[in-house]
């Protein structure tokens, strides 16, 4: 039989006008093997992942961001110390001292969890203060990157995607915003909103403050510029390539172009724009809270930890170092990843 | 000068001016939501003394007329009396103030400028090798430090632990350390983006001709090189300029310089409205100004750029 002819052999005879009946004879197991991928198809996505984990730079950065966000949210809950608690006998205790009374206790037997980073003017333990405060951080940097996605996303696809007069006009908002100092903004807001917010009876709105609840607000108002810009100007360059032409000839409606094949088209700029929005956030809230319009007390923040610090700063240059520090880690390792993230999804731009 | 060019300039200078109008009418209304009086922080007051005071400080009239008053008074130079310095027009304290504050922010932009290019340019001619490593490490640390960790750390080493500064801006030599504390962000961010700019531009054909015909290395690099590698760093200006203006605030607080940013804070704390509106308005038209400036001297430098 015919049909026991190698795939090689039968495409060596394909040019050939000899058209003999076994060219149509059903596929063997051998020749489906050639159809098979050797390798499994690879999507851009997936390609940069696999660069972002070739980079270790990035992913020590991103390890020590896990880290720290699983002891920001676990270590409250086990914790023996709470971040409220006073103790006039322990008084500007350094790293791992225990007071007199605690002193007694151990000699007694009992077993006192040290104070890793010592204590405070007011005697509460420093470590779990530092732990709340790198909570605050990294929960305004998270809110700060959902908002800057969605507000940003909609605006600038939106912008971009119809173009003409309405994107003259969406993006002439966008520069006015942008040339807005928000800094400026965020306090304004904080002292016009301190009324309203210490008369609430919402007792998140009170826990959170008037400063944390207008740089929320500033977010949404003026941060996401940046991101509906890059959203704008990447679906600009992409809208005339015929796939998009493809699915308007089917029948997709401007929201199923925009959201189906427009923006995840974006998805690279989309990461990168949302890891550099993270450190400066986190940097307006440190400020902010430095200021004394941040977090209302006693919630600590790692800017109102170091503002606090200042108090006997040179008895006591620990109660400054811990905040500092924490929160140059945070955002040295935001930078570092949103960095290896821009390498690992636009690989043009390295240099 | 083209007239596309004056054109471009018109239309920047008008959205300019409605950006300014709409920092004005902002804080104008957001100041004046405010249900309390600005005089119910003072010790208790009798209702007829508050109205009394709320007369004279214009505050009993309809929120549209004092703010149609108070745009007018705003164009010359007026910004109203301060409620809680007494007898002071919000003016004159900013007047007194600004001069610190100028001279910090002033001070630190060109250091940061002069050293930031410096260093980029540097950086990128020594691509790869240590110079170039060691400016990359030191400027991904500087850019992960906000200015007022640096500053209170500045203050616990220079001033209190070594003694070689005053802890007070107002002591002789006492602006250094503000200066430099102020100076470093902006400064790496500089070098960052020169370094990349520099990098890109001594990649490009022109540089390689000037090469080819045996140019000497120094006049490639000053005359072709970086001259054409500043774009990025000219637009950068602008918002580095707002970044020290609000940084200072929190500067001048930590080494008690009687300038712009503390008299902010203080307002604050005695809540003074006309003070925290003068301020605000005044901060924010400076800024938007230096923005303006710093992309109008961006197309004049580089004339390839469409003017849209």
């Known amino acids: 039989m015919q049909n026991n002819d190698s795939y090689q052999e039968r495409s060596k005879r394909f040019f050939t006008l000899q058209q003999t009946p076994d060219l149509f004879a059903p596929a063997t197991e051998e020749d489906k093997a050639q159809q098979v991928l050797t390798k499994p198809s690879v999507s851009f996505f997936k ?3 696999a660069r972002l984990r070739r980079n270790k730079l990035a992913m020590l950065c991103l390890g020590i961001i896990i880290v720290i966000a699983l002891v920001a949210f676990i270590a409250p809950i086990i914790y023996p110390y709470s971040y409220t608690k006073q103790d006039v006998t322990a008084q500007y205790l350094k790293p791992f001292e225990y007071s007199a009374k605690e002193q007694a206790k151990i000699a007694k037997g009992e077993n006192i969890f040290p104070h890793i980073m010592g204590t405070d003017n007011l005697g509460r333990d420093y470590a779990i203060r530092v732990i709340y405060g790198t909570r605050i951080s990294l929960m305004v940097g998270f809110i700060a990157a959902v908002i800057v996605v969605i507000i940003g996303i909609i605006y600038g696809s939106i912008s971009g995607y119809f173009g003409g007069k309405v994107d003259l006009i969406m993006m002439r908002i966008v520069d006015i915003i942008y040339s807005l100092p928000d800094v400026l903004i965020v306090i304004l807001l ?14 998140l709105v ?28 990447q679906i600009l360059s992409i809208k005339e390539q015929e796939f998009v032409l493809a699915a308007r000839a089917s029948g997709a409606g401007a929201r199923r172009i925009i959201f189906k094949h427009l923006v995840p088209n974006c998805i690279s700029v989309i990461i990168i724009t949302a890891a550099m929005q993270i450190p400066s956030a986190i940097f307006t809230e440190s400020f902010l809270s430095f200021m004394g319009m941040g977090v209302s007390i006693p919630m600590p923040s790692l800017g109102s930890l170091a503002s606090d610090a200042r108090i006997g700063l040179v008895s006591h240059p620990f109660l400054l170092i811990f905040p500092a520090l924490t929160i140059f880690l945070i955002v040295l390792s935001f930078n570092l990843l949103g960095n290896g993230l821009r390498d690992a999804f636009d690989p043009k731009l390295r240099n | 000068m083209s007239s596309r060019f004056l054109l471009y300039l018109l239309k920047r200078f008008g959205m300019a001016i409605f950006t300014i109008f709409l920092v004005i009418a902002l804080t104008f209304f957001i100041m004046h939501a405010i249900p309390a009086s600005p005089f119910s922080a003072e010790k208790a007051l009798n209702d007829a003394t508050i109205r009394a005071l709320e007369a004279k400080y214009g505050f009993d009239k309809p929120v549209i007329v004092q703010f149609f008053n108070y745009l007018g008074n705003l164009f010359h130079l007026d910004f109203g009396l301060s409620t809680a310095w007494v007898g002071k027009t919000v003016s004159e304290l900013i007047g007194d103030a600004f001069g610190y504050s100028a001279t910090i922010g002033l001070s630190a932009a060109i250091i940061a400028l002069t050293l930031g290019v410096v260093l980029g340019a540097f950086a990128a001619l020594t691509r790869g090798r240590w110079p170039d490593k060691i400016i990359q490490v030191v400027t991904t640390a500087l850019v992960s430090m906000p200015s007022f960790v640096v500053a209170t750390l500045f203050l ?7 003694r070689w500064f005053p802890t007070m801006g107002s002591q002789p030599g006492g602006l250094v350390l503000p200066i430099i504390s102020l100076s470093l962000y902006p400064m790496a961010y500089t070098t960052r983006l020169e370094r990349s700019a520099m990098l890109d531009v001594l990649g490009q054909d022109y540089v390689r001709t000037a090469r080819a015909k045996g140019l000497p290395r120094p006049k490639i690099i000053y005359k072709h090189a970086l001259k054409n590698a500043l774009g990025p760093v000219v637009t950068y200006a ?10 200072s605030m929190v500067v001048e607080n930590i080494f008690a310089v009687p300038g712009l940013g503390r008299l902010f804070v203080n307002s604050m704390m005695r809540t003074d409205y006309m003070m925290i509106m003068g301020v605000t308005i005044f901060l924010a038209t400076l800024i938007i100004s230096l ?10 430098l580089d004339p390839r750029i469409d003017l849209r």
């Not at chain 1, 002292?191 to 919402?202: C, E, F, L, T």
């Not at chain 2, 923005?291 to 004049?300: A, E, H």
């Open chain 1, 47 to 49: 390609d940069a992942m």
């Open chain 2, 238 to 247: 602008g918002p580095m300029m707002a970044y020290i203006l609000t940084g």
């Open chain 2, 291 to 300: 923005n303006l400036l710093s992309d109008i001297l961006y197309k004049l």
């Open chain 2, 156 to 162: 616990l080493i220079f001033a209190l632990r070594l």
């Open chain 1, 206 to 233: 009170i826990k959170l403050g008037a400063g944390m609840i207008s740089i929320f607000i500033v977010f949404g108002l003026l941060y996401w510029v940046g991101m509906a810009r890059q959203v704008r100007g």
């Open chain 1, 190 to 203: 904080s002292v016009a909103i301190k009324d309203i917010v210490s008369q609430s009876k919402n007792e």
